[in-house]
């Protein structure tokens, strides 16, 4: 469980647990007591509830309940009575739904940013204070919660969202309120295109840039006829688009289909797929959807036939399917294992204590995010987003918080962090267990993305 | 063309192998319960991630064999605790506490296993299609239907020749003279549910193999299971495993002509149904005025 | 029994005051003004569908479609025809509540577990429309690119896209507005009929009254306010999307109703303020916040089937 705010009391939980306790007590013994009644229980008649034919009585659930309501409610205040005013950083995403896994890995890179960096003496001397909120991957929830965060609880950064369309919708909030807004995992081209806005930058890539990445890649090592198995939303068909350009002018030729999102079955699509008879299968499917659809292509033999590729296959995905289906060649946006770059092994280390498991490109984006606006902050003595974000175009990253060989920064002219994509293959493990990925081809950002007119961004600045 | 078309036919009819048993234990709650279950789905994952944390210790089968009884045994305890008290009340009292109870086993799940999804291997020998030519015919997709073929055909022995079979298809008819013979329709309902309950532990197990297992698993399967039983008739079981199998014949086919709508079909067929003949193929008249 | 009458006025003179003060007394509490503005347009959407679900009797499980229509009717309307906010409101009422009252006249005949499941299913096919139109609706990343309007009276112009405090009394407006409407038809003899009807259908039906047209009268008016409360929720959010329009969006509204009372009008308000206040408030606190809701909703349904309404009174049954 990620706990978010604070820590319980130590009296709060005890009396919770003595609560439940009696609860739990008078279930049991309304359990071996109960006789089966007669089923006519009349929906007017909820009176018989509470005269003993359940075991649990309305009056004892709603004492514990006002109990255990009453330490709920006072948690908050505890929390405000304490030491000077701390820079608060709201970070949205999609805690609960098919993101959990991501966003929960990117909100243990951002808490572990905190701590660092309130050990180093936080941002202006004042501590950080991390404020997570669940979008529950809805555009509603939020925005309602980009509002309460900086309404309610003054933050003065906000960080998020995995889910491109919300982080778009965020953006319109940040940007009427003029707060600086890193989109840490959302990777539609719009974020840093077509709606790029003065105060929004991004860490992750953009989908041109990933597929820009892998595509000369694919080319070479394996043919230019492709079939594209693509999930039908913006993600999806930018991710071809940046592919089939690249395709295209090297004289390529390509089927595909459009696959809607949470299809469980791929069969049709893949038979398509053989028919077709293409070198390599792009897969831009994303999480459950990808985890499926591997299972599903290798089980059917196809990766007897042909190749398979595409874009992210991220660690946390890769974790999920059976070693036969961990193959294809992809693109990381960062890769735990980087042999002789100083300072990644570190991270490794303290994600692996938290986590378990090795770093992910998730944990290193929650990271980025805020150590960027520690660093800035800090750099320029201010927390106006005006100034900030002025100074952050072009701001390089230190390696400590870059962790990659060249020094990734924010571009000016669409603020995306031109960080390395590194291109390589699934495997199943070597020696670590979460060794399943071998980087072949780490290419440049700036080469990767193409130029600032390219994405359409014209970047307009308050007066 | 024609030989694509068989392809997805074929291809259509394993796949609605596997939307029959879900549909089919989500009917059988139906009929005699006149519950709407929307923890079906939920009771999915958990048969899925069951058979995950016990195949360490029995392997493939023994978690095949062990997951979906321990499923229903769950669904035993639900139904004494949560539904029992919901006989006799209106209808949308259970279905809100079975979309609660959803909530709760989606985030009970991500809770005690996390919310990272959980890699799940099938035997190699069923891993092999079974020709190059046939090569979406897997030796584990042959397996989902064969299983499913076995506990339909189990199922419908059940209710036709046991005892308890007998009641629960009396009880759909007319559960309050079924009491007023003397019969214990508590343990009835009781019993089957917990049968519906051992389907989607079941479909779980089988899942698992094939989609990624994870907590939000179960959520896109309801809705064609819903339609499964509406399309062949609610009240009917036989219209239900038609239901099934037409819903995946018809999905399959669409996604050659037109991918984009090869999920929307299934609500097109619905609504056809429900326009032309709204007790579904094989229902009867006034099961559920 | 005099007093009676005087006590229902005061009653409905102190919400109106509780509503109308809102945003000041929200703050203090730690509440914020966004909050109060989505709690009165899902209170409305709940009262919507309790128009039918309470009074008439009929169980609607899929009524979130006709609020996620409105939301889209809302949005498209400010995105492709014409920059005003009121013509934005009325496109989605009108598109939600057409809609409803075609699809209604197909459903009229089937009652109780039957019409649930095929409102669920009728609303997951426009969910589907939605999700793949997405040349016209955005599909999955949903409907962007547009924005409340401030609104022009000609000699000063109402500023509701950046002023919280404005829009939530340009809401509590048209909320008065539909709840008014509501009030208005409940109180007359069509709404009496709707009551009989939900007591007993077949009495009704010896009485002569034509059942089917009542109810399908019913059902697309509680169209037209669920759409009407959709076209402002997507001026909430300047934001309109298909999760709008899946059956879980019901599932909440059908809660927001019997957590706060079916049979009383203002009971559906009080569930949708606790319940959007919790859901705000847990999740803030816990990443397991589904956990508690979902046990919300069982305990709701085990213990408290009348709500909080119906619990408070029932003394006086």
């Known amino acids: 469980m990620v706990a978010i705010k604070s820590t319980w009391p130590k009296v709060a939980a005890l009396r919770i647990a003595n609560n439940v306790g009696n609860g739990l007590r008078s279930l049991n013994k309304g359990i071996e007591e109960c006789r089966p009644e007669m089923h006519h229980l009349v929906w007017e008649d909820s009176m018989a509830i509470s005269r003993g034919s359940w075991p649990v009585s309305r009056r004892t659930l709603l004492q514990s309940g006002t109990a255990i309501a009453a330490v709920q409610f006072s948690s908050p205040f505890i929390i405000k009575a304490r030491g000077e005013t701390p820079v608060r950083i709201g970070l949205v995403d999609p805690l609960t739904g098919v993101y959990a896994a991501i966003a929960q890995s990117e909100v243990v890179g951002a808490k572990y940013a905190v701590e660092e960096i309130n050990k180093a003496g936080g941002i202006l001397g004042r501590p950080i204070e991390l404020l997570v909120e669940d979008s529950a991957n809805d555009v509603g929830t939020g925005v309602q919660k980009t509002r309460k965060l900086i309404e309610r609880d003054q933050v003065s950064f906000i960080i998020g969202d995995v889910n491109s369309g919300i982080a778009i919708a965020m953006a319109q909030v940040t940007s009427e309120k003029k707060v600086l807004h890193i989109v840490s995992g959302g990777h539609t081209d719009p974020i840093t295109g077509s709606s790029c806005s003065w105060n929004v930058f991004r860490v992750c890539n953009s989908t041109t840039m990933d597929a820009a990445a892998i595509a000369s890649t694919l080319i070479e090592k394996f043919g230019k006829k492709w079939y594209f198995l693509t999930p039908d939303y913006a993600y999806g068909h930018s991710v071809q688009a940046g592919f089939d350009k690249i395709l295209k002018a090297a004289g390529g030729t390509s089927g595909g289909s459009l696959v809607p999102l949470g299809t469980p079955d791929y069969s049709s699509y893949l038979i398509q797929a053989k028919a077709f008879n293409p070198q390599v299968l792009i897969n831009v499917m994303g999480g459950g959807d990808q985890v499926a659809s591997l299972k599903q292509f290798v089980q059917f033999g196809l990766d007897k036939q042909m190749a398979v590729g595409g874009a992210l296959f991220e660690l946390e995905s890769i974790r999920s399917v059976p070693d036969a289906a961990r193959i294809g060649w992809w693109t990381m946006e960062w890769w735990w294992d980087q042999p002789g770059v100083p300072h990644v092994a570190e991270f490794n280390a303290a994600m692996k204590k938290i986590t378990g498991g090795a770093a992910t490109a998730r944990n290193w984006f929650g990271y980025v995010s805020v150590q960027t606006l520690a660093l800035i902050a800090n750099q320029e003595k201010t927390l106006d987003a005006p100034k900030l974000a002025h100074a952050l175009s072009g701001f390089k990253l230190p390696p400590e918080v870059a962790l990659q060989p060249n020094a990734p920064s924010y571009r000016a002219g669409d603020h995306e962090l031109m960080s390395t994509v590194f291109v390589g293959e699934a495997h199943p493990p070597q020696g670590d267990p979460d060794n399943m990925f071998t980087v072949k081809n780490p290419i440049a950002g700036e080469k990767a993305a193409g130029s600032v007119e390219d994405t359409g961004c014209k970047i307009q600045w308050p007066a | 063309m024609t030989l694509l078309l068989l392809f997805n036919i074929t291809n259509g009819l394993i796949v609605g192998a596997f939307y029959v048993l879900m549909a089919l234990g989500l009917s059988l709650i139906l009929n005699l319960s006149n519950v709407i279950n929307f923890a079906h789905g939920g009771f999915l994952v958990i048969g899925g991630y069951i058979a995950y944390t016990i195949t360490p210790y029995v392997g493939f089968w023994g978690a095949l064999l062990l997951a979906p009884p321990l499923t229903a045994i769950i669904g035993l305890i639900v139904e004494r605790i949560l539904i029992r008290p919901l006989y006799g009340r209106d209808p949308l009292y259970s279905l809100l506490l079975t979309f609660g109870l959803a909530f709760m086993i989606e985030d009970g799940t991500r809770f005690i296993w996390g919310p990272q999804g959980k890699p799940v291997s099938i035997p190699p020998f069923l891993s092999q299609p079974l020709s190059n030519e046939l090569f979406f015919i897997t030796g584990y997709r042959l397996f989902m239907v064969v299983v499913a073929m076995i506990v339909v055909g189990l199922l419908f022995v059940l209710l036709r020749y046991t005892r308890l079979g007998v009641r629960i298809r009396a009880g759909t008819l007319d559960l309050e003279t079924v009491a007023a013979l003397g019969i214990n329709v508590q343990m009835l309902r009781s019993l089957n549910f917990a049968v519906g309950i051992f389907l989607a532990g079941l479909s779980g197990v089988l899942a698992a193999g094939q989609l990624g297992l994870e907590p939000t698993m179960g959520t896109g399967l309801l809705m064609p299971s819903f339609i499964a039983i509406i399309v062949g008739g609610i009240g009917s079981l036989p219209g239900t495993l038609v239901g099934g199998l037409l819903i995946g014949v018809a999905s399959g086919v669409t996604a050659v002509f037109f991918p984009a709508a090869s999920e929307a079909v299934i609500y097109v067929m619905m609504a056809v149904i429900l326009l032309t003949r709204p007790r579904g193929l094989f229902g009867e008249e006034g099961m559920m005025s | ?317």
């Open chain 3, 1 to 317: 029994m005099s007093t009676e009458p005087i006590r229902k006025l005061v009653v409905l003179a102190a919400i109106w005051i509780i509503l109308a003060l809102a945003p000041y007394w929200m703050a203090p509490l730690g509440g914020y003004t966004a909050l109060a503005t989505r709690v009165l347009v899902l209170g409305l959407a709940a009262m919507s569908l309790n128009f039918l679900l309470g009074f008439t009797g009929v169980l609607s499980f899929g009524h979130a479609a006709w609020f996620g229509l409105g939301a889209y009717g809302a949005g498209l309307t400010l995105k492709y025809l014409a920059l005003s906010t009121p013509l934005a409101i009325v496109a989605g009422m009108l598109l939600g509540g057409v809609c409803g009252g075609l699809l209604g006249m197909l459903l009229v005949r089937r009652r109780g577990v039957y019409f649930a499941m095929v409102t669920i299913a009728f609303g997951q096919v426009f969910y589907y429309i939605a999700f793949q139109w997405s040349s016209l609706t955005g599909g999955d990343d949903g409907l962007r690119g547009f924005a409340r309007q401030p609104i022009d009276f000609g000699l000063f112009k109402f500023d509701i896209l950046s002023d919280a405090d404005n829009f939530y009394y340009f809401v509590l407006f048209c909320f008065a507005l539909m709840v008014g409407a509501m009030g208005f038809i409940l109180r007359s003899p069509f709404g009496r009929t709707m009551i009989a009807i939900r007591e007993n259908e077949r009495r009704s039906r010896f009485l002569g009254i034509p059942v089917e047209r009542h109810i399908w009268i019913a059902f697309t008016l509680s169209c037209f306010f669920m759409a009407s409360a959709g076209a402002l929720y997507a001026l909430v959010n300047n934001f309109a999307d298909p999760r709008g329009l899946h059956y879980s969006q019901s599932g909440d509204f059908v809660m927001m109703a019997v957590m706060g009372g079916m049979r009383s009008f203002w009971g559906p308000l009080l569930g949708a303020a606790v319940f959007v206040v919790l859901q705000d408030y847990l999740s803030s606190i816990t990443v397991n916040w589904m956990s508690f809701v979902g046990l919300l909703f069982v305990l709701v349904v085990l213990f408290f089937p009348r709500g909080l309404l119906g619990f408070l009174q029932r003394g006086k049954a």
